[in-house]
Nanobody, 125 residues
Framework: VQLQASGGGLVQAGGSLRLSCAAS????????MAWFRQAPGKEREFVAA????????YYTNSVKGRFAIARDNAKNTVYLQMNSLKPEDTAVYYC???????????????????WGQGTQVTVSS
């Protein structure tokens, strides 16, 4: 599975961005996709995930109500719509696919084998 992330950029606080992650290759094997982010000097942290079966979504508390993860089946693409952005959302955002341990392993980046290249999101105050 190959993942291509895009959509990052510079935005003022309160603004919006939409990230995209296009999957290719053995996409039929994907059970879930997720977004993580990593700010300078910090560990990579979970942001959101979407499971194919049932459409369950998961969000870290700091983005609930502001971010939304969605999927376009026809394009094998997952989106992260980010609204009401804050300076603390500034980070490199990575998409990941197919956690080895489902549900309980959703939040752990070590549980994912497939990663996109990362896209920078910068929110100015």
């Amino acid at each position: 599975v190959q993942l291509q992330a895009s959509g990052g950029g510079l935005v003022q606080a309160g603004g919006s961005l939409r990230l995209s992650c296009a999957a290719s290759g053995r996409t039929f094997s994907i059970r879930a996709m997720a977004w993580f982010r990593q700010a300078p000097g910090k560990e990579r942290e979970f942001v959101a995930a979407l499971y194919w079966r049932g459409g369950s979504t998961y969000y870290t508390n700091s983005v609930k109500g502001r971010f939304a993860i969605a999927r376009d089946n026809a394009k094998n693409t997952v989106y992260l719509q980010m609204n009401s952005l804050k300076p603390e959302d500034t980070a490199v955002y990575y998409c990941a696919a197919d956690p080895r341990i489902i549900t309980s392993g959703t939040y752990n980046p070590e549980n994912y084998d497939y990663w996109g290249q990362g896209t920078q999101v910068t929110v100015s105050s």
